[in-house]
């Protein structure tokens, strides 16, 4: 962003030349909106505060008295509306407003208290002509894992191979936990030697695993 004059000069036989200026003629840029967010994930547990962070770089315009302003207002927009609650900061009510006071702060601290997805929208609004810019980060917020599994028997004549379903509630999660399956021998029992495996195709992660007992 910079100040500039233009001048012209006409010239003819006839003295003196004519000079005719225009100025100031003023540039300026569009900010560019960035959020960051702490914890620095995309992923939080319901009932902790999330902090997001305006680090847009500013857009600058020229005044006519020749001095720089970077005076962006901003808003916050957190989609879906509910489920949420603001500790700290605030997501500003009317951008075009002249007054401060109805800006977003630079900081906005969020509780969420309810699991899902969510959309963080910033906006920052250019003092100029140059236009708007926005920001969009999206975050999932989980509960507490809750595991659990069904099979589909508690008896198999050797070899037997046996289904699991998990029925774990973090299932329906926007990002479901991670599972470890594993198995142990409850104790020694007739003289076999305790004997297991995962069946073709399962392995310890997976959601759905089955088990081969040999003996």
């Not at 006839?14 to 967010?37: F, R």
């Not at 191979?161 to 990002?175: A, D, K, Q, Y």
């Amino acid at each position: 962003p910079n100040a500039y004059w233009i001048q012209i000069t006409a010239t003819n036989a006839c003295l003196p030349s004519s000079v005719g200026i225009v100025y100031p003629i003023t540039t300026g840029k569009k900010p560019e909106a960035d959020i960051s967010i702490s914890p620095a994930d995309s992923l939080a547990c319901v009932n902790t505060t999330v902090t997001f962070t305006n680090t847009s770089i500013p857009g600058i315009a020229v005044q006519p008295n020749l001095t720089c302003s970077y005076v962006n207002p901003s808003q916050w927009i957190i989609t879906p509306n509910s489920g949420y609650q603001i500790v700290s900061g605030d997501t500003g009510t009317n951008i075009n407003s002249n007054n401060p006071n109805n800006w977003g702060s630079t900081n906005l601290g969020v509780q969420f208290t309810t699991p899902g997805q969510y959309s963080i929208k910033l906006i920052v609004k250019a003092q100029n002509t140059c236009g708007n810019d926005t920001a969009t980060q999206t975050i999932c917020i989980v509960p507490q894992p809750n595991a659990s599994f069904s099979v589909d028997t508690l008896f198999g004549c050797m070899p037997d191979t046996i289904h699991t379903t998990n029925t774990s509630g973090s299932l329906l999660n926007c990002r479901p936990a991670n599972y470890t399956w594993e198995v142990q021998q409850i104790s020694p029992s007739c003289n076999y030697p305790f004997e297991w495996s995962f069946a073709p195709g399962s392995t310890l992660n997976d959601l759905n695993p089955s088990f081969i007992f040999s003996n």
